[in-house]
T-cell receptor, first 115, second 116 residues
Framework: NAGVTQTPKFQVLKTGQSMTLQCAQD?????MYWYRQDPGMGLRLIYY???????DKGEVPNGYNVSRLNKREFSLRLESAAPSQTSVYFC??????????????FGPGTRLTVL | GNSVTQMEGPVTLSEEAFLTINCTYT??????LFWYVQYPGEGLQLLLK?????DKGSNKGFEATYRKETTSFHLEKGSVQVSDSAVYFC???????????????FGQGTILTVHP
């Protein structure tokens, strides 16, 4: 049981390049999330997927797109990377039980630098 | 909208000292409250949670009580260890009608360093 896995662990891009961050979970969770972590700002939600087949914008969606490929996988794409997207990106997942929030399980993160 | 405010850090303590990290929140309705911990180079792990007013969450010697009257969820530990050195995040999750999507709003994090 690996929990939440993310690839790659580290990435360096040049401005304008594109890339996709991969995330997978093996806990049969319905909901998945992408966050970015910047110094002094905590974690901010980029996009989330409440269930397979649905995605919604979070707090900071500009410059990103997502795909919920199936129940296990939720990818984050940067179409044209900018230096402002230098950050640590975390994927998370949680189960859903109606009316009650559940624990989110986090992956180890991807450290992205855009030059 | 929802927001979480944590005490400014970093916090530096000697081993066996008492720890308090303050957390206050703004939210509509009845949020659930969480403390997450991030050890160096790792992702976040849930430390404890409380889902209704006056609930006390506890784990690994850490405690926090959901105080609705003061909109607070302060983290405490009676005797810290070097291994407690980490970044601590307070967070809240709101409910939407009868279904929660579990979205979390985080505070900015507090860096704790414990010296031997």
């Amino acid at each position: 049981n690996a929990g939440v896995t993310q690839t790659p662990k580290f990435q360096v891009l040049k401005t304008g390049q594109s890339m996709t961050l991969q995330c997978a979970q093996d806990m049969n969770h319905n909901s998945m999330y992408w966050y970015r972590q910047d110094p002094g700002m905590g974690l901010r939600l980029i996009y989330y997927s409440a269930s397979e087949g649905t995605t919604d914008k979070g707090e900071v969606p500009n410059g990103y797109n997502v795909s919920r490929l199936n129940k296990r996988e939720f990818s984050l794409r940067l179409e044209s990377a900018a230096p402002s997207q230098t950050s640590v990106y975390f994927c998370a997942s949680s189960a859903i039980s109606g009316g009650a929030p559940n624990e989110q399980f986090f992956g180890p993160g991807t450290r992205l630098t855009v030059l | 909208g929802n927001s979480v405010t944590q005490m400014e850090g970093p916090v530096t303590l000697s081993e066996e000292a008492f720890l308090t990290i303050n957390c206050t929140y703004t939210a509509t309705g009845y949020p659930s409250l969480f403390w997450y911990v991030q050890y160096p180079g790792e992702g976040l792990q849930l430390l404890l949670k409380a889902t209704k007013a006056d609930d006390k969450g506890s784990n690994k010697g850490f405690e926090a009580t959901y105080r609705k009257e003061t909109t607070s969820f302060h983290l405490e530990k009676g005797s810290v260890q070097v291994s407690d050195s980490a970044v601590y995040f307070c967070a809240l999750s709101d409910l939407y009608g009868g279904t929660s999507y579990g979205k979390l709003t985080f505070g900015q994090g507090t860096i704790l360093t414990v010296h031997p």
